[in-house]
Each structure stands twice: as structure tokens, then as C-alpha cells.
């Protein structure tokens, strides 16, 4: 079946159960979209999951977290020799084979000289580096650092850590040339350092996550039987990074903020397993928060123009949800609250 | 004093002189001649306090060619071991009567230091990452050798020339005869910094040998590789080393240039240096030429 949809001046043909660009032919029906965006597939900067699972949420790419491989996903070249931070990787060889940007991942390395070389190879490539803003002696811990952390004595994750992390890649990315992204944000203080280098002149940007948007620290004792990587922050922390979406500073969301299980986390805290947030639960609490139009923008435009992609034909559709009423129209959508894709629910 | 220390804002018509008066030397040497030259029974000054093979021998031969003798001085052995400094060895050897001082130092600002300090001309045979102007000086012979007029000219210098004082003493002899330097290499080792050297600053070789006269390429210092300055030589021959590929898409007629030591395989390909494009080794027997010229100019004053 042949379906043309409309919204704006957007269309996209919907061709059984494939959506393609619209060839210009004729269809069975012509459908409105009133309610919701259409959307170009998300594109996932740090992503745990690809294949089946990360396009039923509507994610067309994913690049894996650094250093792990995963089939179907889009590339992630180091940007030191086996992420160690010692020696310039190969930039160029990489970027033949297929690398879309450069990452050492989680990794906070130390030494300056090196960064500095090999930020200012990977700007003669013409390939970005996405790079997590850290001091690995602030942030040998496992939650913020705050007055619970020091109730429950636990190690601390100091924020300060993510403003000297940011201010360190500014300085490389204007002293090399380099087009760095700064990923995943999590604290008010790396929000204000961000909008401070950027106000400067800094060629740098930034992205965060939908676990950083939608949850705080401290979780509630008991209850959650995961942690965060990149810490959790407080409600300030959350506020200053939805400000900084608003502001159209932080330009990208990814699903890249890795949840420790149960059973890797030793403290006093765990009663019970919860599972973590999936990524499509993560994607549906963020479109609740800012909206569709505004999610998709994070998960596709922001993310397409950091890696230089053109722009993608395939549509797809979101809702606005709105609780207690029903979809209307589910085609193809991410799963917010579990929408299920289905043919048979499409009306005009 | 009127040493030669810098080609940084040379007069044109300095530099042009001194290629005149190397190409003499050469053509009366070729004849069979002997130099009857105002250096003859002068004593000469070689100061070398950092290793050297090439330039030094150069000198030395230079030095006989215009019937003078050479003053050496060992670094290693000498008073510098003592504590004594760089002008009061230099000031020593001047007594000793050295009519001219040709000295390499680690230090960028020796040589000029030398020059405004002692009372015979100072000739800077290599002064660190600075400059190394005789060095500069013949590879513009060989240039104008094989172009004729340089003006308008366009010379591609490719590999590390953030740490090459030769690439920055040619590149400051180019500007002088108005032609034109076009630079490529890493980020690491030529950055858009070095534009202002009065050049032209491209990513890769293959984005400068198109628009190429002449192509001089630099010696990769192998202690770099895999550091914070290089990746891996396979990296690097990908973007930036003359191949035999890529010197064959070269002109008819475009030398290939390189102030040695080679490292034949890594920026330059051994059939590329020794085909009959290549001007390496006329580079070495203008050496001598241009330094008779150079160790002669303050004689002439």
C-alpha cells in the first residue's frame, strides 16, 4: 500500500511497510499529519544498541560507544592507538575505511602534547572528535559529589571535573583547527563552561543524554540498581542542561550513558533490580519533556551536521504524546510508551 | 657586523648576488681555474657545537677553494665544557686571528648574537629550529638552475617544515625573488601558522603538486613517528610522501628538491630521487659554491 503523507512541506511516501523518498507516483491515499513532526531517522552519537532493537526506536544510525563493535552500526575511529592516549592513531587510514568521527570513548587521558597532535591530525583528515570533557584525578568516584555522597561515604564524581575537561578541549580544539563535541554533559558547571568557551570562540559544541535530562541524583535508596556513566547530577545540574537545549547550546542527544548493572555495583544502596531506562524509554521521557519537534532536531539534525551526512530521505513519524489520548496515527514511530507500528491503525 | 646570519628580509639583490657570484665559482672550477680570491691565506673559524657531516665538510672544501684555512672547533673537548659561554670561545678564536666565524649552535638567536657582538662577519651554518641560510641559499641556486627566473615562481615544500630550518630560510630566499612558497604536511609538523612565512599553507601533497614549479620535500626525523607529533609512516605516505605515482603526474620539466639525509621509502621514493628529475645531488656540489660565494661576500666589504 502506497501512502503519501503530508505536514507542512514535508512528504514522505510510506510504501508497505518501508518508507522510501516520495518518487512522485501515485498512491492510495494522501494523509495529514496534524499532530506530531515527521522526522528523518535519529542518528545515535553514542548508542549501546543497534540492529532490530535500536530501529524499532527509530534510530536509523548508531554509532557504538568507542571500542565497541557492533554490526550494522556506523563507524567510530580512535583517536589515540587503542584509545590509550600515547600515540596519534592513524586519522586518515580510518576515515578511508569508513569513520564518521573520532572518539576515545569514555576516556579522560592526561597528557596534553598528545591530544593537542592528535587533534590537530584529525583536523587535516576533516573528521570530528567527540570527546568526553573529564579530569581522571576529579572523577574517581561513582556518584556526584555533594553532601549525600559524603552522608553515604561514598567516592565522589566533582563537577568541576567536566568545567576543567571543557576548558582543556576548548583550548585544543582553537589551537588545532579541530571540530570537537563535547559529550555526554551532566553538570551545571560544564553547561557554564560550555556557553563561556563557546562565547569565546571555541569551535566546540555539545551534547547530553536523555538520562540526564529526566533523572537526578540521589536516587532513592532501595529502589534503583543502577548507576550512571557519566554520574547522575542534581536538579541544577538537569535544569542548566534543559536551559542549554533551549538556548540551542547543546545540539545533540545520544543514548550513550552506560548503566552499571545490579550486580557490578557494590554499595549498601541495592534492595531490588529495576531494570535501567532503555534507550527507546529514555528517547519517550525526553519527547515528554521537550517535545517531538525539539527531540527529533537532537537526535537527527544537530548529530547529521556534526558528522557532515547529507541530508537523509527516509521519514519517519512522531507523536506528540499526550497522555490519556489516543495516537491517532502510528506509523513507524519511535516507542514512547508503547506505540506499536502498525498498518492497520492508519487513519486520515 | 656584516655577516650573513638570516635570509629574512634579505635584499633581492643581495641574494641574487650571491647565486652570481656561487655560479662564477662553479663555472671557474669547472674550467679548471684556480680561485684567486681575497680569503686566500685567511684564516676561517668552523664553531659547530651540534653534529654535522654535510655542511661542515662544505665548508671546509669551501674554505680551501678560496686558498684559506680552517680554525676547527670540537664542541665536545673544548673550554664549552669548562663553563666558558658561546662569545667568549667565539671572541678567542677571533683573536687567534679567524677573519670569519661559521658557526652552528642549538640555539635559534647564536649566530645573530655572534654577528652584533664580534668583529668579523659570522656566518650561520644552522642555528636550531631557526634558520640555516647558506642551505637556503643553494637550494635556490639549484632552483634557478632548472627554472631559470624565479619570479612568480611556485615551490612546493612538503613535510616537517615546522621544525626545518632549512624550509624557513628557503622559504624567506623565495619570497625575496618573489616566488612563491606553497607548504603541506601534518598539522603537527606544518601548521596554517606557517603562513606566516609568506606561504601558502595545503592539507595534503596532492592538493600542492598540481600547482607545483618545483617540489623540495623534507626529511621525516623517524624519532617523531608514532609520538605526539606523527602517526604511522604508512599515515604519513598516504598523504604526504612523493611516490613514484605521484611524481609521475608531475610536469615535464618540475625538479625534485631534498636537503638530505633521505629516508628513502618514507617521504621520498628511491627511484624518485634518483630519476632525472632530481636535483639532490646537484644541491650538493652547489653546497660548496654558495659557500665560497658567502664566506668571500665580507672580504669583498
Known amino acids: ?348 | 657586523m656584516n655577516g650573513l646570519t638570516t635570509l629574512r628580509e634579505m635584499r633581492p639583490e643581495r641574494v641574487v648576488r650571491l647565486l652570481d657570484a656561487a655560479a662564477a665559482h662553479r663555472d671557474a672550477v669547472a674550467r679548471g681555474e684556480e680561485v684567486a680570491s681575497p680569503r686566500a691565506g685567511q684564516l676561517v673559524a668552523l664553531m659547530f657545537y651540534e653534529a654535522s657531516t654535510r655542511t661542515r665538510f662544505s665548508f671546509e672544501a669551501a674554505i680551501h677553494r678560496l686558498g684559506a684555512r680552517p680554525m676547527a672547533f670540537q664542541a665536545a673537548g673544548s673550554s664549552a665544557k669548562k663553563g666558558e659561554s658561546l662569545l667568549d670561545s667565539v671572541r678567542t678564536l677571533v683573536a687567534h686571528g679567524a677573519s670569519v666565524v661559521v658557526v652552528r649552535h642549538s640555539s635559534v638567536g647564536a649566530a645573530r648574537f655572534l654577528d652584533e657582538h664580534v668583529p668579523v662577519p659570522v656566518v650561520n651554518a644552522g642555528s636550531g629550529t631557526g634558520e640555516h641560510p647558506t642551505q637556503g641559499l643553494l637550494d635556490l641556486m639549484t632552483l634557478r638552475d632548472a627554472l631559470g627566473t624565479m619570479e612568480g615562481r611556485r615551490v612546493a615544500i612538503v613535510g616537517d617544515v615546522r621544525h626545518s630550518r632549512v624550509a624557513r630560510s628557503v622559504c624567506h630566499g623565495l619570497v625575496a625573488l618573489g616566488a612563491q612558497p606553497i607548504l603541506s604536511g601534518p598539522g603537527t609538523l606544518c601548521g596554517p601558522e606557517l603562513a606566516a612565512l609568506g606561504a601558502d599553507v595545503r592539507p595534503t601533497i596532492d592538493d600542492v603538486l598540481p600547482d607545483a614549479d618545483a617540489v623540495m620535500m623534507l626529511r621525516i626525523q623517524r624519532e617523531r613517528l608514532g609520538t605526539a607529533a606523527m602517526a604511522s609512516v604508512a599515515e604519513y605516505r598516504r598523504r604526504w610522501a612523493l611516490t613514484s605515482e605521484r611524481a609521475a603526474t608531475l610536469a615535464p620539466g618540475v625538479p625534485v628538491l631534498h636537503p638530505a639525509p633521505m629516508n628513502r621509502g618514507v617521504e621520498i621514493d628511491g627511484d624518485v630521487a634518483d630519476s632525472p628529475r632530481s636535483r639532490i645531488f646537484d644541491q650538493m656540489a652547489n653546497a660548496v659554491f654558495v659557500r665560497m660565494a658567502v664566506l668571500e661576500e665580507g672580504a669583498c666589504a
Open chain 1, 1 to 348: 500500500m502506497r501512502v503519501r503523507l503530508h505536514q507542512g512541506e514535508r512528504r514522505v511516501l510510506w510504501v508497505d511497510d518501508v518508507v522510501i523518498d516520495d518518487d512522485g507516483g501515485p498512491v492510495d491515499e494522501e494523509v495529514q499529519v496534524d499532530r506530531g513532526v515527521l522526522s528523518a531517522p535519529l542518528i545515535d552519537l553514542q548508542g549501546d544498541v543497534a540492529g532490530a532493537a535500536a530501529a524499532e526506536a527509530g534510530f536509523g544510525l548508531v554509532l557504538p560507544r568507542a571500542g565497541v563493535s557492533r554490526p550494522g552500526a556506523g563507524r567510530v575511529g580512535a583517536l589515540t592507538v587503542d584509545r590509550a592516549g600515547s600515540d596519534i592513531a592513524d586519522h586518515g587510514l580510518l576515515r578511508d575505511a569508513g569513520a564518521l568521527c573520532l572518539s576515545d570513548g569514555d576516556a579522560a587521558h592526561d597528557d596534553l602534547e598528545v591530544l593537542l597532535g592528535a587533534a590537530r591530525w584529525a583536523a587535516s583528515v576533516g573528521l570530528p572528535i567527540l570527546a568526553r570533557p573529564g579530569v581522571g584525578a576529579l572523577e574517581r568516584g561513582m556518584v556526584r559529589a555533594g553532601p549525600e555522597a559524603v552522608r553515604r561515604g561514598l567516592p565522589q564524581v566533582f563537577a568541576e571535573s567536566e568545567a576543567l575537561g571543557v576548558h582543556r578541549w576548548a583550548t585544543i580544539a582553537r589551537m588545532s583547527g579541530a571540530r570537537v563535541h563535547l559529550l555526554p554533559l551532566w553538570s551545571a558547571l560544564g553547561v557554564k563552561a560550555v556557553m563561556a568557551e563557546q562565547d569565546a570562540g571555541a569551535p566546540i559544541s555539545a551534547g547530553t543524554t536523555p538520562h540526564h535530562l529526566t533523572l537526578e541524583a540521589p536516587l532513592d535508596e532501595g529502589r534503583h540498581a543502577w548507576r550512571c556513566w557519566p554520574v547522575l547530577g542534581d536538579v541544577a545540574d538537569r535544569q542548566a542542561l534543559l536551559e542549554a537545549i533551549e538556548q540551542g547550546r547543546v545540539t545533540t542527544l545520544s543514548t550513550g550513558s552506560r548503566a552499571v548493572a545490579s550486580h557490578q555495583v557494590q554499595t549498601p544502596l541495592v534492595d531490588q533490580v529495576p531494570r535501567a531506562p532503555s534507550p527507546q524509554q529514555a528517547v519517550g521521557r525526553a519527547v515528554e519533556l521537550l517535545g517531538a519537534a525539539r527531540v527529533a532536531q537532537l537526535f537527527h539534525e544537530g548529530p547529521r551536521q556534526l558528522l557532515g551526512l547529507p541530508e537523509m530521505p527516509h521519514g519517519l513519524v512522531w507523536l506528540d504524546h499526550t497522555p490519556g489520548v489516543a495516537p491517532g496515527l502510528s506509523l513507524g514511530s519511535p516507542i514512547p510508551h508503547g506505540i506499536r507500528r502498525t498498518w492497520g491503525q492508519l487513519t486520515a
